[in-house]
């Protein structure tokens, strides 16, 4: 008789691939799975009924700011709760390594916090992450905006060629330490004024290793077309990967542009390597920028260092009892954060039908009252748009937030329920599985996830974390697929 030290028996596996889900077994030894299918009577050490729910890849958050989060709050249970086993770091062009301020960092960066940025190279980083493990694993992205404060006394012009080399040279080191690609955030007032040909020259340190270029790009509005080929532009001049960020159109006079994009994006991934991620909400958010307040029909404050109390209600609400305008208010409280209600729902559900569109949560987990896509993302994928509005089939969805992601950031025997591959596995229940935070309650776990395991171990397990920390911090591993 086969012994096991895990056998989740008699569920719906959805493997990963897109393929219809059929009725099976899953058997793990050690952090790996060993058996799919019917895998008969053998012994285990833990044994999970799965009747009635599906058995799935753990999910892979392909764009997060957790880079502080792996340290800070090891648990993960914003993550590892919606049944997220993976998480991709150091997006927008924000990464905590390589940089140790001598003051507070200009936003966006201090949405990481002050005093975590300490580490001189992005290897230091995954050297305490491997020290100190938490629950998730970590895919991680250099960002741009980082390196910029690090190597540039003036932010208001493109680099100059010492510091182009001298950037490289990061990108260089973060990518021999295990990093898998390089970010920008060039709508952020610190990269603001970088041209493309500096993105392009810091990029092609890339190519060597087979990284990929992941941006917040320049214009989520008015110049989303162009901006669309600015990213475009840069992945053919380095000859490396993109990922569009968070694919949106932001402000009433853009709703629906995402139409031409998309139909942009697919026509340019038949010559190029291309793709994008997206979150399941029409409101996004980010530090608290007066001159972004026209986009939006409603800011909620998520955090204000000058006025804590006010964290989690309206600009408007707050500037009426100051007797201000908002652009005023804002100016007020900043440094701060906001969410913006700014998008299109018709525009949030194209972008998720995109066969190619990978779900992030792009979520801001150090905001006191932070958007609940922090807490809600996957959960409201499967249950919200797949189950109750058909958006697309559960398969579909799975494959999105798990072997879509895994394969775009080259993440290898992740991804997909198959045998030899790492055991990360999320259990949970289609009829209920559903997202609970909310913009008034945003901190919520999701009901319907029953366990997650993360490399062979129970991270998540009716509904609180089992305080195991198995999560390893994911080195690159060849090209991108």
């Not at 999701?446 to 195991?468: C, E, F, K, M």
């Amino acid at each position: 008789m086969d012994h096991f030290d895990i056998v989740i028996r008699g569920g719906r596996i959805v493997d990963g691939t897109g393929t219809p889900g059929r009725p099976g077994d899953v058997a793990i030894s050690g952090d790996r799975i060993v058996a799919v299918g019917d895998v008969g009577p053998g012994r285990a050490e833990l044994e999970i009924d799965a009747t009635g729910r599906t058995v799935s890849p753990g999910f892979i958050d392909a764009h997060t700011h957790d880079d502080r989060l792996l340290l800070s709050d090891p648990d993960m249970s914003a993550k590892v709760s919606q049944g997220v086993t993976t998480v991709v770091v150091g997006n927008c062009g924000v990464s905590l390594a390589p940089f140790v301020p001598t003051g507070r960092p200009p936003p966006p960066l201090d949405l990481l916090g002050v005093e975590w940025f300490r580490f001189p190279t992005f290897g230091a980083y995954l050297d305490e992450l491997d020290a100190k493990p938490a629950a998730a694993n970590g895919v991680f992205l250099i960002g741009h905006q980082t390196l910029r404060v690090r190597e540039m006394s003036d932010l208001d012009r493109t680099a100059t060629d010492d510091e182009i080399a001298r950037m490289k040279g990061h990108v260089t080191e973060a990518l021999q330490a295990g990093a898998t690609g390089f970010s920008t955030g060039l709508f952020y007032p610190p990269a603001r004024a970088a041209s493309t040909d500096e993105v392009v020259a810091i990029a092609e340190a890339l190519r060597p290793f087979g990284g990929l270029y992941a941006t917040h790009m320049r214009d989520e509005g008015a110049g989303l077309e162009q901006s669309v080929e600015e990213t475009l532009e840069i992945g053919r001049r380095a000859e490396v990967p993109v990922v569009i960020s968070h694919h949106k159109a932001s402000g009433l006079p853009n709703h629906g542009k995402v139409e031409k994009t998309l139909l942009r994006i697919a026509e340019a991934a038949k010559s190029q390597r291309v793709s994008l991620d997206v979150y399941p909400y029409s409101a996004s958010s980010t530090v608290l920028l007066p001159g972004r307040l026209n986009d939006a029909t409603r800011v909620i404050v998520t955090w204000s260092e000058k006025m804590p109390e006010v964290a989690g209600r309206d600009l408007d609400d707050i500037a009426a009892e100051h007797g201000v305008d908002k652009f005023e208010m804002a100016s007020r409280l900043v440094p701060a954060g906001a969410i913006y209600f700014t998008m299109s729902e018709d525009d949030v559900q194209r972008v998720l039908r995109f066969a190619g569109a990978m779900i992030g949560s792009d979520g801001l987990p150090h905001d006191p009252r932070p958007h609940p896509r922090l807490w809600g993302t996957f959960p409201r994928v499967l249950g919200h748009y797949s189950r109750d509005l058909g958006l697309m089939p559960l398969e579909e969805a799975v494959r999105r937030m798990t072997g879509l992601t895994a394969a775009k950031f080259g993440i290898k025997d992740r991804g997909v329920l198959r045998v030899g591959a790492f055991a990360d596995v999320t259990v949970f229940d289609p009829a209920t599985v559903i997202d609970a935070a909310t913009f008034e309650d945003p901190i919520r776990p999701s009901p319907g996830i029953d366990i997650v395991l993360v490399n062979g171990q129970p991270v998540w397990r009716d509904g609180v974390s089992t305080g195991a920390r198995s999560g390893r911090a994911l080195r690159r591993d060849g090209l991108i697929a």
